[in-house]
């Protein structure tokens, strides 16, 4: 009686043990087969780029999408690094890789995206040819950016540079004809939308000017931006052969994200593949 009772006892705990297993079973398929995408972006243009472009075309592929918002360009890659999320938009190419390359990640980009250019702006004249001899220009002070600075004023036709100096490295040492005698004040790149009211001209990056309510088109001169600069969707190494990454890259190539940039998103430049 006692072995038969045992017996008895031992199956259904078996019983119960495989159900268990059956429902975590069920349970790990139902995670695996669920579609999310954790998409983090700065708070503006980039973010609005995620939430109104790719967020809606991703979820038209069945995908669950939360955008998370940053306000500093150091937390996207320590969360993305950390699998707090899944791919982000905020950054080019020449601080993705220097950002990777400090930090030890392993960082690559999935496709790049529609930018806002650097601009020259000014509240003093109302085109390049007004510009007066001697004209004070505000430029960012950091490297990167300066060099880009320096490349829309060569393409105005302001400065001239030395033919063998790196487009991405380019300073002031480099400017070999500086035609109109310009004078260069660097500043914080923050603060270049308010400098267009104190100085004569100010080179200001796409995301400040649109943060400070700038329209791209009043620029004089748009930066003719190498894709080098422009923003892109970036994900951890190892998941270049996901599923999520394949999908993210088809949506941006679409012609519906296309249509969602020349309405909502005036003035940026598209990439190369885009043209």
């Given at each position: 009686?006692?072995?038969f ?9 078996i ?9 975590s ?18 708070s ?12 809606p ?18 937390q ?5 690094s ?29 496709i ?26 505000a ?36 400017v070999?004809?500086?035609v ?22 100010s ?10 309510k ?5 620029a ?18 190892k998941?270049?052969?996901a ?33």
């Open positions: 009686m006692k072995k009772f045992f017996s008895v006892v031992l199956l259904l705990s019983g119960l043990l495989a159900a268990c297993g059956s429902d079973a069920s349970s790990g398929d139902a995670k695996a087969d669920a579609k999310q995408v954790i998409f983090g972006a700065t503006g243009p980039y973010s609005d780029m995620v939430t109104k472009g790719i967020k075309l991703l979820e038209k592929k069945g995908y669950e999408v939360k955008v998370v918002e940053f306000s500093d360009y150091i996207p890659n320590l969360a993305l950390k699998g707090d999320l899944d791919a982000n938009l905020f950054q080019h190419k020449v601080y993705m890789e220097n950002f990777a390359k400090e930090h030890k990640l392993e960082l690559s980009e999935v790049v995206v529609p930018t806002a250019p650097m601009g020259i702006y000014s509240k003093k004249f109302n085109s390049l040819d007004e510009v007066a001899e001697g004209s004070a220009i430029i960012p002070n950091d490297p990167t950016n300066a060099a880009r600075a320096f490349l829309i004023l060569e393409d105005a036709g302001l400065i001239k540079l030395d033919p063998n100096a790196d487009p991405l490295t380019v300073s002031e040492k480099d070999k004809d500086n109109k005698n310009l004078q260069f004040k660097p500043i914080e790149a923050a603060q270049l939308p308010r400098a267009v009211e104190s100085v004569d001209l080179a200001v990056p796409g995301n400040f000017a649109l943060a400070a700038m329209d791209l088109l009043d004089l001169q748009l930066e003719n931006m190498p894709d080098q600069y422009r923003n892109r969707v970036v994900i951890n190494t998941d270049q052969d599923q999520f990454a394949k999908d993210i890259k088809e949506v941006v190539e679409s012609p519906e994200f296309e249509e969602i940039i020349d309405e909502e998103f005036k003035g940026f430049g598209k990439p190369e593949w885009m043209k």
